[in-house]
């Protein structure tokens, strides 16, 4: 796999058109403007459609998955407010990119995921790229309680209500980003924990992720 990872001039200035993209897509975080910019976004594509990586768009990765737009992961990690050192869970580490992003931000990283193609791909892809999350593959609906609680939680797949597992993982204080909706739409909705009973909720805009699938989802 040696061949494939390569990260030229070319590949460099395609990522700072997308950080400029972004930014007139009110993406304002300059921290997860400089991930952006760093995270070669291409490793995750087969060499064939390396053209496509830098483009704002989600894109197939096999298995029914898509790697996320470039936006989106963009918008979610802003939502997030990530500190150096925050302990954060991601539902749904799909092609691992967005864990990535978390990483370049200071996060330490629980990601897991519920399908073991894409979870044995993704294992094995990240520490070639250098970057070293904590792997789980099961139902990322229930989270990983072992290891909770998280400063904040990441959900990457849309739910039709907040898994009330998830906001018992998370810590006063801590916010969770997840798209709440239908099949086909959801609203980007973040919940901060104000104490262990109650919670301050924010909707926001609407997106479109694959649904979450698991026990306490659908």
Not at 73 to 78: E, H, P
Not at 167 to 178: E, P, R, S
Request: net charge neutral.
């Amino acid at each position: 796999m040696a061949h494939k990872f390569i990260d030229n001039y070319r590949e460099k200035g395609a990522r700072k058109k997308l950080v400029e993209i972004l930014k007139d897509r009110h993406i304002e975080d300059e921290h997860v403007l400089a991930a952006i910019g760093k995270v070669p976004r291409h490793y995750f594509f087969d060499e064939t459609f390396w053209n496509q990586a830098y483009k704002d768009i989600a894109f197939p990765i096999g298995d029914g998955q898509t790697i996320s737009q470039p936006y989106t992961v963009a918008y979610q990690s802003q939502l997030l407010h990530i500190k150096p050192g925050d302990k954060v869970l991601e539902i749904g580490t799909g092609s691992g990119y967005q864990s990535c992003i978390l990483l370049e931000l200071g996060a330490k990283v629980y990601t897991i995921e519920r399908q073991e193609n894409l979870y044995n791909r993704t294992k094995k892809v990240l520490p070639h790229m250098g970057y070293h999350p904590e792997f789980f593959c099961g139902d990322g609906s229930k989270g990983i309680p072992e290891h909770a609680p998280y400063d904040k939680i990441i959900v990457t797949a849309g739910a039709p209500v907040i898994p009330e597992v998830l906001l018992k993982q998370l810590k006063v204080g801590g916010i969770l980003v997840i798209p709440v909706g239908d099949e086909k739409t959801q609203k980007m909705v973040t919940v901060l924990k104000v104490s262990e009973t109650d919670y301050e909720k924010i909707v926001l805009d609407t997106f479109r992720f694959v649904p979450l699938v698991g026990d306490q989802a659908w």
